[in-house]
């Protein structure tokens, strides 16, 4: 005959108490620690964002034509190029995630700046990146764009035109070539090129820019570079940012115009067609209309006996 | 009615005072353990939070730093080739006036906190307006306390004598002010 142990397994209250308290307290110090790893890695995102933002001031140009700097992460990094056309400006919105233990940190931390425009692909990624900025004259100066390029991208121009060759090797960016350019880089191709061969075609008489399949439009070497960096949608949005600000410096001219006809000045330069084309723009194949009327409103102010600008 | 007394007897008695004490004793141990938890997440919290701090102080100075040494460049500022070939660090005084007068549509364009230009020579101590310009030594574009940084620039405008129209420039100083 089999005798069971009928006693059974007993806890008492305190130890029962002190599991439940103990689980809780060590889920909360869990908890707690990995939030304090995420905020960390949150702050260091919006700090990056932020030392870009600074980084990008010096890249104003005065008279030089265009310049190029090397940004240095410590660790690999992504950047998320973003865009709003809201307000007066729109913004850039750059979002950084670094590579932290083999992981991409997830960041929901924007950083915004109204007076910048940055030209690049969605996401950029490495250690080290190029940043070249050139100023766009729409006839007046109106921004200085600004290209990133990760220096694990090379980019070949493959006959391009001498005053880009000239430009590019002015700049002397390690991964923007004009020869000897390795297999895997991406290929620009301008006019004479078969297109099956190139990544990337660049026509100079329509000023246009295909790539992926679509294609955008430019006015001015500045645009051609954006299009040529940028994947198509940022591409248009910046182009109607670019146009905003336009329209609000040729707010400041007319106001400026005023001003200056209490000094004597004639008022020889007629902003009013200009303005209305530029407020009227709706994507980057409208940019040629809006450049014939820049054209017009340069030749204006080129002899006007007051410039404007 | 039944009424039951039930004895426990003195060593139950003492069994389940001690009981008592040890969860007791518990109870306080949990509490203190929760606190010093919550105070060392308090402190780490503080440490990483005050580094952030600082940091953000140190790039808004930076920024505003660099941003000084570049804004008289900017197509709000500068003087373009309106006074004859293109200068660097020559800010248009009549572009300004414009500017001030539309400066409400520029809120936190620049990420700074105050923006002004002041005339060095000659010396005018008036905040310029619409009815005293260009008559006056001050152009306040944004209103700001904090701390100054300044750069030295060009104040170009045009001027009426005798019937002609000249340029005029004279010596000011671009201030950015930041973390106010």
Redesign the interface.
Known sequence: MNHKNKKGFQI???WL??II??GF?LF??IY?VTR?MD??GE?TSA?TG??L??LL??L????ESGRTVLLTMPVETRIHNRYSTSG??GAQIIQISQKSYGKWSQTEIDVR???KYIFSDSIIEGKKFFIFSKPFKFP????DVIYLTSSEKNYCFIDAPERIEDELSDLNQKNLLVENCPAESVKICFDTVAFQECDINVNENLGSVKKQGNIVYYETDALMYAAIFSYRNAYEHQVKRLMQ?TN??L??????AI??SD???PQDVNLFVFRSIVNNIQDSADLMGVANAANDVKRENDRA????? | MIVLYVDYGKKMVTKNKKAQMKMQQMIFMLIALTLFFVLVGLFLIMVVFSGAKESAALLEERDALLLVSKLANSPEFSCGGAFGGVKINCVDSDKIMALKSNINRYSNFWGVDGIKIKKIYPEESSVCTFENYPYCGEIILLTGSGTGVSNFVALCRKENIEEQIHDKCELARIIVYYGG
């Open positions: 008492s209250f305190a108490f002190a308290a103990g307290i909360l110090a707690g304090i905020t960390g702050i700090k932020t030392e933002r600074v001031n010096p104003e140009t005065g008279f007066n400006f700046f109204p007076n007046f100066k109106v921004a600000r609000e410096l707010l400041l001219y007319d106001t400026k001003l200056l000094q004597g000045c006996v007051c410039r404007l600008w």
